[in-house]
């Protein structure tokens, strides 16, 4: 699926600048860029800026300056551009998101059906395929407020994933589950960092970090504040703001 | 829980008891004291008449009113509704134009009394731009077929102008109240809803087709099924212009035969066919819809006609 002469480096971000009236710099001359097939884990505490750079990297949230390249594809103003970004580039919600008058498969089926032009045919059998990866084939016909939150949130994961992206979001996907749905969830990202799937993931599960992530950056107020090997990062990280965020939090 | 059912159950039987005893008064009020002759008898005729021509019951002014009004009301109302939701469009779309328009709009209609609406409009409406499709004199030359289907859907050939006009009056008028509620509806749709539409790539006509107006529609169908109510019941203002529904047949019967009290009190019960079932759907709709989304207050109340500020 990849594009030839793309090189390795499938996100390019540099120099983003976000501010919202208050002011509010949620984005701080930020640059991160990410191989094809990378697993990066960004941290920081609440109010850094993580959900906005990744609201940045699909267009949901427009960046006052600096440049976002997608797989050879620049996020300009062009509306055919962000389109076709959105196309290949998946984002799971915190919360979940399904939308409630659609039963789980219209909900995997429907960007496939208006986006992709498939027939219903079609996109129904790679519907059943995609929640028969996640474990939720005999859930097709419930609506998501019949399901639980992994659930749903699983059921989120294939509807992102139906549109055979390249690169898929994370916003602490995690963090509205009890706790003992996380883990269903967690194994199911897991799998899709074992296939290949190049991951931006906004979390706070480290033990998630450790294990699957190549890269783990720590951001607050915008800024990169350290970056590195999960096993670096988080044994001996190399800045005193960053071991303090770690004690925090671990 | 169970103390409060007690009391509001002895509230109620006190009440019906009063509302027996008034109702008992007025009854012997009238016949005592009233000097009226009922007439009750004559009424039918007015509502079925027996054409001794054709030898068949042919429906009589009451009865053409009424349907002149389920006329009025059904095509007003979705007139009023495409009106509604293309201007609710507007009023929350992203061009700043036409949400002015929109807003105008919705500004105008709502601080005019319909009475002043509907003489503006009609005798514009039926002045300046109608006459100019000469629709009367084309139904006119139309086949038997075309006219029957015409004056069973619309009205009669020779007032399909009047009609139109009336109709269009309505649905301008109900179409304000209409917008206010479909906004509430889109606006009542999470964002989170559009951005999980915008993040897998839909446009934003797909988004609204497909994942806003849905849930907005299904929010506010109950309070929309009401506004159609009060259509039915304002359509009762279009008699000022000679429209001959219900009301007006009312009152020219009213004029002729002087039978003020029973030919009133057929018209309100025929104004209940119409209302009465929509509202048993209202109520349907309402409870189902409570128990979908669990009884968790959603406030209808705040959707209503008029309560939603500019
Ligand atoms: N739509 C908005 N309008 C105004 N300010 C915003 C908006 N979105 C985010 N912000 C501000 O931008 C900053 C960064 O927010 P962001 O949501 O990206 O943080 P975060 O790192 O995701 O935090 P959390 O861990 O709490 O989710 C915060 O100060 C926030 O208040
Ligand atoms: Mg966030």
Redo the contacts with the bound molecule.
């Keep these: 699926m990849n594009r030839e002469g793309q090189g390795d480096d499938i996100i390019i971000a540099s120099n983003l600048v976000k501010t ?3 002011p ?1 710099r ?1 984005l701080d001359d930020f640059s991160v860029t990410v191989r094809r097939g990378e697993v990066l884990v960004i941290v ?10 990744l ?1 940045c990297l699909n267009g949901l ?1 427009e960046v006052d300056s600096g440049t976002i390249i997608i797989d050879g594809l620049p996020l300009d103003d062009n509306e055919k551009h962000r389109l076709e970004i959105r196309r290949e580039v998946g984002m799971v919600f ?1 919360s979940f998101n399904l939308f409630p008058h659609l039963n789980v498969l219209e909900n995997v089926s429907l960007a496939q059906r208006l986006v992709r032009g498939k027939s219903r045919a079609r996109a129904r059998e790679f519907s059943m395929e995609l929640l028969a990866r996640v474990g939720l084939a005999d859930k097709a016909a419930s609506f998501p407020a019949e399901l639980s939150g992994g659930q749903q949130q699983r059921v989120a994961i294939a509807r992102a994933l139906a549109m055979m992206p390249r690169v898929m979001l994370f ?2 996907a995690t963090s509205a589950l009890d706790p003992e749905m996380i883990g269903e969830v967690l194994d199911v990202m897991r799998q899709l960092a074992e296939d290949g799937m190049t991951m931006v993931v ?1 979390t706070h599960e480290m033990g998630f970090a450790l294990e699957v992530s190549d890269r783990v950056l720590f ?1 607050e107020q ?1 800024r990169v504040i350290e970056e590195g090997a999960p096993e670096q990062f988080f044994n001996t990280p190399a800045r005193a703001r960053t071991r303090a965020f770690l004690r925090q939090i671990l | 829980m169970i103390r409060t059912r007690r009391t509001s159950l002895s509230l109620d039987l006190a009440l019906l008891a009063l509302l027996a005893c008034l109702v008992g008064f007025i009854a012997y009020r009238i016949t005592v004291h009233l000097d009226y002759a009922w007439h009750w008898g004559e009424i039918p005729q007015y509502i079925l008449r027996h054409d001794d021509r054709t030898g068949r019951w042919v429906p009589n002014y009451l009865l053409r009113g009424l349907f002149t009004t389920l006329r009025l009301s059904l095509w007003g109302g979705l007139l009023a509704l495409a009106l509604g939701l293309a201007m609710a469009l507007a009023r929350t779309g992203r061009s700043l134009y036409w949400r002015l328009i929109a807003r105008t709009y919705v500004l105008l209609l709502r601080n005019l009394p319909p009475l002043v609406i509907i003489f503006l409009f009609y005798f514009f409406l039926a002045d300046q731009l109608i006459p100019h499709l000469a629709l009367d004199v084309r139904a006119r030359k139309a086949g038997p077929g075309v006219r029957w289907l015409l004056s069973l859907l619309v009205a009669e050939p020779g007032s399909i102008s009047a009609f139109l006009s009336a109709v269009c009056t309505l649905a301008l008028f109900e179409g304000a109240y209409i917008t206010e509620i479909l906004r509430a509806g889109i606006e009542s749709v999470e964002r989170g809803q559009w951005e999980a539409a915008h993040a897998l790539g839909l446009r934003r006509h797909q988004v609204l087709r497909h994942v806003v107006l849905p849930q907005a529609f299904r929010q506010v169908l109950p309070t929309l099924a009401g506004q159609f109510i009060s259509l039915v019941k304002d359509s009762s203002i279009v008699s000022v212009i000679s429209i001959q529904e219900l009301t007006y047949q009312g009152s020219q019967l009213m004029a002729s035969t002087y039978l003020t009290i029973e030919v009133w009190v057929t018209v309100a019960l025929m104004y209940m066919l119409l209302t009465f079932p929509c509202s048993l759907l209202v109520a349907r709709l309402e409870a189902r819809l409570a128990r979908r989304h669990g009884g968790d207050g959603h406030d209808w109340g705040c959707l209503c006609r008029g309560e939603e500020v500019l």
Aim: glycine share 22%.
């Design positions: 919202f009236p208050g509010v949620a920081g505490p609440s109010g850094s800026g993580k959900s906005t750079f609201r949230e915190q916003d602490e906004v951001m915008g």
